[in-house]
Nanobody, 114 residues
């Protein structure tokens, strides 16, 4: 199983970025897909989740600014981030979960300058 995240980079406050995570090696449509982030020295926190039936949830810190979506044909999950703030700076990880199975992608770094 592989989860390949991409799209991170350096952006000014107020700007936008879109993260992508391409998944292989599992039946993508059956999995709950999430994006997590982890600041340097901090704990990993969930920011957005989309279930296999399309139910979506966001953390309070990103609701209204971030949009998660999935493409079951391409086996990919995306995170559109807008109105970015310096406090959004973190490594972002995609995650796949179904029953007792869960998988992590490598992080993609997002840096928001003030």
């Amino acid at each position: 199983v592989q989860l390949q995240a991409s799209g991170g980079g350096l952006v000014q406050a107020g700007g936008s970025l879109t993260l992508s995570c391409e998944v292989s090696g599992l039946v993508f449509s059956l999995y709950v897909m999430s994006w997590y982030r982890q600041e340097a020295g901090g704990q990993r926190e969930a920011v957005a989740t989309v279930t296999s039936d399309g139910t979506i949830g966001y953390s309070d810190s990103v609701r209204g600014r971030f949009t998660i979506s999935r493409d079951n044909i391409k086996s990919a999950v995306y995170l559109q981030m807008s109105s970015l703030k310096p406090e959004d700076t973190a490594a972002y990880y995609c995650h796949a979960r179904r029953r007792t199975s869960n998988y992590w992608g490598q992080g993609t770094l997002v840096t928001v300058s003030s």
